[in-house]
C-alpha cells in the first residue's frame, strides 16, 4: 500500500502547481518561463542529488523514454495552465486514465473488463461534476490541445517506467526534469513574439529555482518512485485526486463554489480510484511484457 498512499499524497501536491506558475506570472514570468524555472531548478537539484549521493544512474531504455514522456507530461501541462481556463486543462489531461487503459490492454496483455469502462465512465462523470457539469468542448485551443498532450504522454510515460523495472527514482527525477525543462524552452524559442514565449525576470527566476527544489523534487520522486510500482492505469487513477485537492484549493484560495454536485462528483472519483487500486493490488492480470 505505500505506492498507493504516496501516489495520493504526490497527486494532492500536483493538484496545486497552479498556485506557484500563477504566482510566477505576477512575477514577470508568464508564458513557458514558470514551468522553464520550476523544472530546471529541480533538475539542478536532482543532479547535486546524484552526485553527492552518488546513486547509481542506470536507466534501461524503458526508463529513459518513460521518465522523457512524463517530462513532456509536465511541460505541456505548465503551458497549457497560462493558455487555458485551469479546470477545462485538468479534465481535459484526466483522460489520462483512459489512455493507459487502452494502453494496459493493446501492449501489456491486461485484459480489458466491463470493470475497466465503469471505473473510466465513474471518473470522467465524477470530474465533470466535480467541475460544476458545465463545460464546453466548443471553441478549443492550443491550451486544450496541449492539456490532451500532456495526459497522452503521461500515460504513455507511466507505462514505459512500469515495464522497465526497478531503477532509482532520482535517476528518473533528473531526466523527467532535464526533458520538461528542455520542452519548456523549445515552446520559448520556437514561440518568440506568441503566448508560449513569455519573459523571464531575476527575481523570478530565482523564486521558481526555489519552487523547483521545496515543491517539484518531492512531487516527482514521489509519482516516478509509484509508477514504478503501480500499474499505469491504477496510478493515474489514483492521480485523479489533483482535481480534489485543485478545486479544494480554489474554494479557499479563490472562494470559488463548491456545492452538492462537486461533493458528489468526488466520491465517485474516489469510487473510481479505490475500485481500481483494489484491482491492482490484488495482482490481477499483471503484464506480459514487463522486464526486470
Not at 523570478?204 to 516516478?224: D, F, K, Q, R, W
Request: aromatic content about 10%.
Amino acid at each position: 500500500m505505500t505506492p498507493v498512499v504516496l501516489a495520493f499524497l504526490s497527486a494532492a501536491l500536483w493538484g496545486i502547481w497552479w498556485i506557484p506558475i500563477r504566482y510566477l506570472g505576477t512575477l514577470g514570468m508568464d508564458g513557458a518561463w514558470g514551468g522553464v524555472a520550476m523544472n530546471g531548478g529541480a533538475a539542478l537539484f536532482a543532479v547535486l542529488w546524484v552526485v553527492v549521493t552518488r546513486v547509481s544512474f542506470r536507466l534501461g531504455l524503458n526508463g529513459i523514454l518513460g521518465a522523457a514522456l512524463v517530462g513532456v507530461a509536465v511541460s505541456t501541462y505548465s503551458v497549457a495552465i497560462t493558455m487555458s481556463d485551469v479546470v477545462r486543462v485538468i479534465l481535459l489531461f484526466y483522460l489520462a486514465p483512459g489512455w493507459s487503459k487502452i494502453i494496459e490492454w493493446a501492449f501489456m496483455g491486461r485484459g480489458w473488463h466491463w470493470t475497466s469502462t465503469l471505473t473510466i465512465a465513474a471518473s470522467l462523470l465524477g470530474a465533470w461534476l466535480v467541475l460544476g457539469g458545465d463545460l464546453s468542448l466548443s471553441g478549443l485551443g492550443i491550451g486544450d490541445f496541449l492539456a490532451v498532450l500532456s495526459g497522452m504522454a503521461w500515460a504513455g510515460g507511466a507505462a514505459l517506467i512500469f515495464a522497465g523495472g526497478r531503477s532509482s527514482a532520482a535517476s528518473l527525477t533528473l531526466v523527467t526534469c532535464l526533458c520538461a525543462t528542455a520542452i519548456g524552452v523549445g515552446f520559448i524559442l520556437l514561440g518568440k513574439g506568441t503566448v508560449f514565449s513569455g519573459q523571464a525576470t531575476l527575481i523570478g527566476s530565482g523564486v521558481g529555482a526555489v519552487a523547483g527544489l521545496v515543491y517539484v523534487m518531492p512531487i516527482m520522486v514521489l509519482t516516478l518512485w509509484s509508477a514504478q510500482r503501480l500499474p499505469p492505469a491504477t496510478i493515474s487513477f489514483l492521480l485523479t485526486a489533483e482535481i480534489l485537492s485543485g478545486v479544494l484549493s480554489g474554494v479557499l484560495l479563490l472562494d470559488e463554489p463548491f456545492g452538492a454536485m462537486q461533493a458528489g462528483g468526488a466520491l465517485l472519483i474516489l469510487l473510481a480510484a479505490a475500485a481500481e487500486v483494489l484491482k491492482g493490488i490484488g495482482g490481477k492480470n499483471k503484464p506480459v511484457c514487463r522486464q526486470g
